[in-house]
């Protein structure tokens, strides 16, 4: 390419002088970074095609806005979930109620009595509020909260169970996402794995060898949340195992996963909080699955346990921040009230609700691109109830030329739409839509309707 061409590239000045960019209210930086990659581009552009024309400067300018626009814009914002996957890892887990993302932007916006004893005015303990509801709730002799609940293994083991073997099953040695793995945890701990069983079945008779020959001193009950062994199995429940950790005067400890608290939309016989909690020296769990809170490690468990779960460095290091105590909150407090979360209200609706709403949306989205309402299934997601499929309801779109390209419209979005392409079709699952969400959806198939003319 002729030097001269590159030479003829308009100057940043020039560009920000020159509307729309000009005329933009965004911060002076942004715009002229916006310029920058704008110029870079099109200098790209001219090296790999010496026959591409310089466009005009209002149209670099445009180009130069929409850039600057993509910088000012958050990284972390908010999508609308049309996957049907409740508790999808990649979208944030559990939305949070009203309540608690109210109690969120109350505790963000100013100053708050975090670690502050407002009737002794003096310094207090950041988790008192959330030990106290998570006690009356659960009915534990003490309770803590960490930052995420393979913190809360981590200081559970590390505090309670160094340089003591741990017995736990071989189905049970569980990998979760991120390559967290049970294993390795123990390891960083300071505890010792001791593997008992098989990978599909495991015996009390199993556990009560390794404490008899000494080769555990602590007994780990973890429920695998994220998979589902079927057929010839055998696991045992932690009633039984709390009668031999009592019988050899060993710590019972209890990895629940997926938090759900009690009776609720999942199986009859699926782990809770209500069941595990009386067996367990001191059992963990996700705030942000089935409990339906932020991200956070729940602790719960005997006093004399707990306290030394807070008395450990680690606590420290695991701490909880002030914005996710507030949402934690706010999340219990709805569960004291009755209240159902966002993600139990999802589980728990009726099909005929969903199947009205996928046909409503449907019929919505239908001047825009070929739409019709289909049965579909969905899953709970988040590493909880595996294997379970949930019967659902979705706004089907068969826009010409296949899904591909609409998906990726959607996904561009300032306030991006998440569905699922199954069956050459892009579907919009109504479970995990929130109020408002169809608003977005019908602004997003307009705006593509009108590029598609």
Same mark, same amino acid.
Request: net charge neutral; proline share 7%; hydrophobic share 45%.
């Given at each position: 390419?002729?030097?001269?061409?590159?030479?003829?590239?308009?100057?940043?000045?020039?560009?920000?002088?020159?509307?729309?960019?000009?005329?933009?209210?965004?911060?002076? $930086?942004?715009? *002229?970074?916006?310029?920058?990659?704008?110029?870079?581009e099109l200098r790209e552009s001219l090296r790999q095609n010496h026959d591409v024309a310089l466009p005009a400067l209002?149209?670099?300018?445009r180009r130069s806005l929409e850039l600057a626009e993509e910088l000012c814009r958050p990284r972390l914002g908010r999508?609308?979930?049309?996957?049907?996957?409740?508790?999808?890892?990649?979208?944030?887990?559990?939305?949070?109620?009203?309540?608690?993302?109210?109690?969120? *932007?109350?505790? #963000?916006?100013?100053?708050?009595?975090?670690?502050?004893?407002?009737?002794?005015?003096?310094?207090?303990?950041r988790t008192a509020g959330v030990e106290g509801l998570l006690c009356s709730l659960t009915g534990a002799e003490g309770a803590f909260v960490v930052n995420n609940n393979a913190a809360a293994v981590l200081l559970m083991l590390s505090a309670l169970t160094p340089g003591l073997g741990v017995a736990i099953s071989r189905g049970e040695l569980v990998e979760i996402g991120g390559s967290f793995r049970v294993p390795d945890i123990m390891a960083q701990s300071g505890a010792r794995l001791v593997e008992v069983g098989t990978t599909n079945k495991t015996k009390l008779a199993d556990y009560a060898q390794a404490l008899e020959y000494g080769r555990a001193q602590a007994l780990l009950k973890v429920h695998p949340s994220n998979f589902k062994?079927?057929?010839?199995?055998q696991g045992v429940e932690p009633?039984?195992?709390?009668?031999?950790?009592? *019988?050899?005067?060993?710590?019972?400890?209890?990895?629940?996963?997926?938090?759900?608290?009690?009776?609720?939309p999942w199986p009859q016989d699926y782990p809770t909080i209500a069941k595990w909690l009386p067996h367990a020296q001191v059992l963990c769990c996700s705030g942000d699955k089935l409990l339906g809170g932020p991200q956070c490690g729940v602790l719960l468990g005997r006093r004399e346990a707990v306290e030394k779960l807070k008395a450990h460095p680690l606590a420290r290091v695991l701490r909880l921040d002030k914005l996710s105590l507030a949402a934690?909150?706010?999340?219990?407090?709805?569960?004291?009230?009755?209240?159902?979360?966002?993600?139990?209200?999802?589980?728990?609706?009726?099909?005929?609700?969903?199947?009205?709403?996928?046909? #409503?949306?449907?019929?919505?989205?239908?001047?825009f691109c070929p739409c019709r309402a289909v049965p579909c299934m969905g899953q709970a997601g988040g590493g909880a109830l595996p294997g379970?499929?949930?019967?659902?309801? #979705?706004?089907?779109?068969?826009?010409?030329?296949?899904?591909?390209?609409?998906?990726?419209?959607?996904?561009?979005?300032?306030?991006?739409?998440?569905?699922?392409?199954?069956?050459?079709?892009?579907?919009?699952?109504? *479970?995990?839509?929130? $109020?408002?969400?169809?608003?977005?959806?019908?602004?997003a198939l307009a705006a593509w309707a009108e590029g598609q003319v």
């Amino acid at each position: 390419m002729e030097e001269n061409t590159l030479a003829r590239l308009p100057r940043t000045d020039s560009l920000l002088a020159c509307p729309p960019l000009g005329d933009s209210t965004l911060p002076y $930086a942004a715009r *002229r970074e916006g310029a920058r990659l704008a110029l870079a581009e099109l200098r790209e552009s001219l090296r790999q095609n010496h026959d591409v024309a310089l466009p005009a400067l209002e149209v670099l300018a445009r180009r130069s806005l929409e850039l600057a626009e993509e910088l000012c814009r958050p990284r972390l914002g908010r999508v609308v979930n049309a996957t049907g996957v409740v508790l999808h890892t990649n979208l944030g887990r559990a939305p949070l109620s009203p309540r608690a993302a109210e109690a969120v *932007r109350q505790v #963000a916006q100013g100053y708050s009595n975090l670690e502050y004893d407002l009737d002794t005015g003096r310094r207090g303990s950041r988790t008192a509020g959330v030990e106290g509801l998570l006690c009356s709730l659960t009915g534990a002799e003490g309770a803590f909260v960490v930052n995420n609940n393979a913190a809360a293994v981590l200081l559970m083991l590390s505090a309670l169970t160094p340089g003591l073997g741990v017995a736990i099953s071989r189905g049970e040695l569980v990998e979760i996402g991120g390559s967290f793995r049970v294993p390795d945890i123990m390891a960083q701990s300071g505890a010792r794995l001791v593997e008992v069983g098989t990978t599909n079945k495991t015996k009390l008779a199993d556990y009560a060898q390794a404490l008899e020959y000494g080769r555990a001193q602590a007994l780990l009950k973890v429920h695998p949340s994220n998979f589902k062994l079927v057929g010839f199995t055998q696991g045992v429940e932690p009633e039984a195992l709390a009668s031999l950790a009592a *019988r050899y005067a060993v710590p019972l400890l209890c990895d629940l996963g997926s938090g759900a608290p009690g009776p609720g939309p999942w199986p009859q016989d699926y782990p809770t909080i209500a069941k595990w909690l009386p067996h367990a020296q001191v059992l963990c769990c996700s705030g942000d699955k089935l409990l339906g809170g932020p991200q956070c490690g729940v602790l719960l468990g005997r006093r004399e346990a707990v306290e030394k779960l807070k008395a450990h460095p680690l606590a420290r290091v695991l701490r909880l921040d002030k914005l996710s105590l507030a949402a934690l909150e706010g999340a219990l407090l709805d569960w004291r009230d009755g209240v159902l979360p966002p993600v139990q209200a999802m589980l728990s609706v009726r099909p005929q609700a969903l199947e009205e709403r996928a046909r #409503a949306l449907a019929e919505t989205l239908s001047p825009f691109c070929p739409c019709r309402a289909v049965p579909c299934m969905g899953q709970a997601g988040g590493g909880a109830l595996p294997g379970e499929e949930l019967p659902s309801w #979705a706004a089907e779109l068969n826009p010409p030329g296949g899904p591909a390209e609409l998906e990726a419209f959607l996904r561009a979005r300032s306030t991006p739409v998440i569905g699922r392409i199954h069956g050459g079709k892009l579907l919009l699952d109504v *479970r995990t839509l929130l $109020a408002g969400d169809e608003e977005h959806i019908r602004a997003a198939l307009a705006a593509w309707a009108e590029g598609q003319v």
